[in-house]
């Protein structure tokens, strides 16, 4: 009986782990799609557009401008959570 719960057990591990990751991978894939202007960026660092520009847009450290004056989310989180 023992063998059948820890059986049981291992398998509700395995899928409970599948499903985790299978939603960390969707909100991943969504972060990386989701495009952020100038002017959400600028908020998002709590600052206005021109001082956005003047001390981070150009900044060789800063997540390079895409087409169309965009900046990929993702990398705008993972920048301010490496810097902070």
Known sequence: ??????????????????????????KLDEAN???WTREKVA?????SPATF???YRYDKNFPKELPGVRWKKAEIIAWLNNKY
């Open 53 to 55: 520009d003047k001390y």
């Open 33 to 35: 799609a989701e495009l």
């Open 1 to 26: 009986m023992d063998k059948v719960f820890v059986s049981l057990s291992d398998w509700i591990k395995e899928i409970i782990e599948k499903t985790v990751n299978r939603l960390v991978q969707i």
């Open 43 to 47: 908020d998002r660092l709590n600052m």
